[in-house]
């Protein structure tokens, strides 16, 4: 449960898209809004004497556009988030580590998604975890705090990429851990632990319904990445 606010700034140089950002994210308390501006500049002074936690960012900009602004301050953002018409700038964004990825017109499902894991994210940073980890056989070991913490890697429901960190998911309990999930899968057998998605990984033996853009772990749904679609559709469970 998130009971701190956490402030934003909206970079987005189309009026009407701005005002649907606000909208969208008025809905949600905990969010607190800073600004808005039209252009790269402008947002360059704000992010780095404001500090937000969370910026939404178009990529279609006059002048400097999203992804170059992003370069220059993606270490002062926790969380960058596109949003844009533009699909084919998806690979790039997440090359700069970027948090997500919103398509215009953004579905209110989607963005309420988007917020609930940068939510998640931010909650668990500000927890001061120490967020080490150790792999031995079939058992992780995590570091928080001055504590221990074993699991069982058939414990594990999902895990998850949120930037540089890997989030595990068991029934019970998440972890927050400092290592990006392409390193984190290395670690795991290739035959338990799959990549369904940019952001998400899944032990197939926790499956329990399959569809064609998403499948289910109990009640959660996962998206499934349009990549990854075709080889996961031949799945028996």
Same mark, same amino acid.
């Given at each position: 449960?998130?009971? @701190?606010? #956490?402030?934003?700034?909206?970079?987005?140089?189309? @009026?009407?898209?701005?005002?649907?950002?606000?909208?969208?994210?008025?809905?949600?308390?905990?969010?607190?809004?800073?600004?808005?501006?039209?252009?790269? *500049?402008?947002?360059? $002074?704000?992010?780095?004497? !404001? /500090?937000?936690?969370?910026?939404?960012?178009?990529?279609?900009?006059?002048?400097?556009?999203?992804?170059?602004?992003?370069?220059?301050?993606?270490?002062?953002?926790?969380?960058?988030?596109?949003?844009?018409?533009?699909?084919?700038?998806?690979?790039?964004?997440?090359?700069?580590?970027?948090?997500?990825?919103?398509? !215009?017109?953004? @579905?209110?499902?989607?963005?309420?998604?988007?917020?609930?894991?940068? #939510?998640?994210?931010?909650?668990? /940073?500000?927890? $001061?975890?120490?967020?080490?980890?150790?792999?031995?056989?079939?058992?992780?070991?995590?570091?928080?705090?001055?504590?221990?913490?074993?699991?069982?890697?058939?414990?594990?429901?999902?895990?998850? &990429?949120?930037?540089?960190?890997?989030?595990?998911?068991?029934?019970?309990?998440?972890?927050?851990?400092?290592? +990006?999930?392409? &390193?984190?899968?290395?670690?795991?057998?290739?035959?338990? #632990?799959?990549?369904?998605?940019? &952001?998400?990984?899944?032990?197939?033996? /926790?499956?329990?319904?399959?569809? &064609?853009?998403?499948?289910?772990?109990?009640?959660?749904?996962? +998206?499934?990445?349009? *990549? #990854?679609?075709?080889?996961?559709?031949?799945?028996?469970?």
């Amino acid at each position: 449960m998130v009971n @701190k606010a #956490f402030n934003y700034l909206i970079v987005e140089d189309n @009026k009407l898209d701005q005002l649907t950002l606000l909208a969208k994210a008025d809905t949600f308390p905990q969010l607190n809004c800073i600004g808005t501006c039209e252009n790269a *500049t402008d947002a360059i $002074a704000i992010i780095k004497n !404001k /500090k937000p936690d969370i910026v939404f960012l178009d990529v279609d900009m006059p002048g400097m556009n999203g992804m170059e602004l992003l370069r220059i301050v993606k270490d002062d953002i926790p969380i960058p988030i596109f949003v844009t018409s533009h699909m084919e700038y998806a690979l790039e964004s997440y090359d700069l580590m970027a948090f997500d990825f919103l398509l !215009k017109p953004v @579905k209110a499902d989607r963005f309420k998604a988007c917020i609930d894991r940068a #939510f998640d994210y931010l909650d668990m /940073k500000q927890k $001061a975890i120490a967020y080490s980890v150790q792999f031995e056989n079939e058992t992780i070991t995590i570091k928080e705090g001055y504590d221990q913490v074993k699991i069982n890697v058939k414990e594990i429901d999902h895990l998850e &990429s949120m930037k540089d960190y890997t989030k595990i998911v068991t029934v019970n309990k998440k972890h927050l851990t400092l290592m +990006p999930l392409s &390193s984190f899968m290395k670690q795991l057998p290739e035959s338990q #632990f799959v990549q369904i998605h940019r &952001s998400y990984a899944v032990n197939r033996s /926790k499956v329990t319904r399959l569809q &064609s853009n998403e499948l289910f772990i109990g009640s959660k749904a996962l +998206p499934i990445g349009k *990549t #990854f679609r075709s080889e996961i559709s031949k799945w028996k469970l």
